[in-house]
């Protein structure tokens, strides 16, 4: 069997290493798009965390645990779009305030997952982050915010890079499949 003549033809070849030359170029740009976009939601998550916990903590250097006990006990029950969960800990170790599970009791920054208090708490298991830091007094208080529409929009955007990325490929090669036979048309005779 012969190899068709639009397949080893130079015009042929030349829109195909152009295609894909595209496809890579858009791939990449869609994969940079992709990181851009995940790294500005987890910082911005990381930020709301933060600004919560100053709060808190100017709550006590103000007026003193008790008051950062009610004010946690007040921010647990008020209803806001960022819905933060909180956990205090006094420094021999017993509960003060928060719903958070005693695993969460860490300095720093870290993640873990909870029962989504949507689903009073016998629902499905929901990642959280958060950053727990000592108090003057020894007293440990962590802040932690649901991560779970945040996991979703980047394996959201992970799927739609693949996918486009796949998309273009082919688009371009039919570019170039298409083009192939209306340069080689006038170089048969």
């Known amino acids: 069997m012969q190899t068709p003549r639009l397949l080893v033809s130079g015009a042929f070849r030349f829109a195909i290493a152009l295609a894909l030359v595209f496809a890579l170029g858009a791939v990449a740009l869609l994969a940079i798009v992709e990181h851009s976009v995940s790294a500005y939601a987890v910082e911005a998550a990381g930020d709301g965390i933060l600004a919560e916990h100053d709060v808190l ?56 997952q909870v029962l989504d208090p949507d689903q009073g708490g016998s629902g499905r298991s929901v990642p959280v982050r958060a950053f727990g830091s000592r108090l003057t007094d020894g007293t440990l208080l962590v802040v932690a915010n649901d991560v779970s529409d945040l996991q979703d929009l ?36």
Not at 76 to 82: S, W
């Open 57 to 112: 903590v100017s709550e006590f250097e103000t007026s003193g645990r008790a008051a950062l006990v009610l004010a946690i006990n007040r921010h647990a029950r008020a209803v806001r779009e960022d819905q933060f969960h909180y956990l205090l800990f006094d420094s021999a170790g017993a509960r003060l305030a928060g719903s958070l599970p005693a695993a969460a009791a860490r300095t720093g920054w870290h993640e873990f």
């Open 154 to 189: 980047r394996t959201g955007l992970r799927a739609s890079t693949v996918a486009f990325g796949v998309l273009i490929s082919l688009l371009a090669l039919a570019g170039g499949w298409w083009s192939a036979p209306c340069s080689c048309a006038g170089s048969i005779r």
